[in-house]
């Protein structure tokens, strides 16, 4: 049975992020308020929580999981190498609604990448977020937390809706804006958006657009 929690999504409480942090250790799910969508968090070095989310979502195998990272020291261990494009932007819009693609670490469980050798990766704004990944010193899963397909979870009622008994617990930290991370592909030169999101086009043009020169 699914125990929701509520959750301060400015000061998380420290119970509640105890109790979370605590079934995340444990290899449960957890969802909870990102700084985008409601994600469904799991440790993202675990490979059977990996294939828990992938089971209460119905996800196909071959879609990777968004990763959210606490730091760039963790992020340095989710990825082969970060170049000066990846850490200009790295600079720029983390923590935020950017989620860049990188070559995975051969440590990840491949479940993770969706088979691919790649991992989208993020530093969040969100305080739930972080609370979170600073308790348990993982990184954390963060799809959204409804089954695939479904309706954007905004709130806690959808997540509800869409996830109760599959998942160990539901916090709840109010609604979102509901807008998700824009997801650019640094696997590719140029770098190539595959979802329109948060950061705007015009925002990584620099990046983005090839370059006509002699």
Not at 2 to 24: F, N, S
Not at 178 to 185: A, F, K, N, Y
């Amino acid at each position: 049975m699914t125990k929701l929690l509520p959750v301060d999504p400015l000061r998380p409480q420290e119970e509640v992020i105890g109790e979370a942090a605590q079934a995340l250790r444990e290899g449960k799910l957890v969802a909870f308020p990102t700084d985008t969508l409601y994600g469904l968090g799991a440790n993202a070095t675990n490979s059977e929580a990996v294939e828990a989310v992938f089971f209460a979502k119905g996800r196909p195998k071959e879609k990777p999981l968004i990763v959210l990272a606490k730091d760039l020291s963790m992020v340095e261990e989710l990825v082969k190498g970060i170049d000066k494009v990846a850490r200009t932007l790295m600079d720029r819009f983390w923590p935020g609604p950017l989620t860049l693609v990188l070559f995975s670490s051969p440590h990840l469980p491949p479940s993770l990448t969706g088979e691919t050798q790649r991992v989208g990766v993020r530093i969040p704004a969100s305080e739930v977020s972080q609370a979170l990944l600073k308790a348990t010193s993982f990184p954390l899963t963060a799809p959204s937390a409804n089954r695939s397909g479904g309706p954007d979870p905004l709130n806690a009622q959808i997540v509800w809706e869409e996830l109760s008994g599959k998942i160990e617990l539901l916090l709840d930290g109010g609604p979102l804006a509901g807008i998700p991370s824009t997801i650019l592909d640094l696997t590719e030169r140029p770098p190539r958006i595959l979802r329109q999101g948060a950061i705007p086009p015009q925002a990584l043009s620099e990046f983005i657009e090839r370059k006509e020169g002699p």
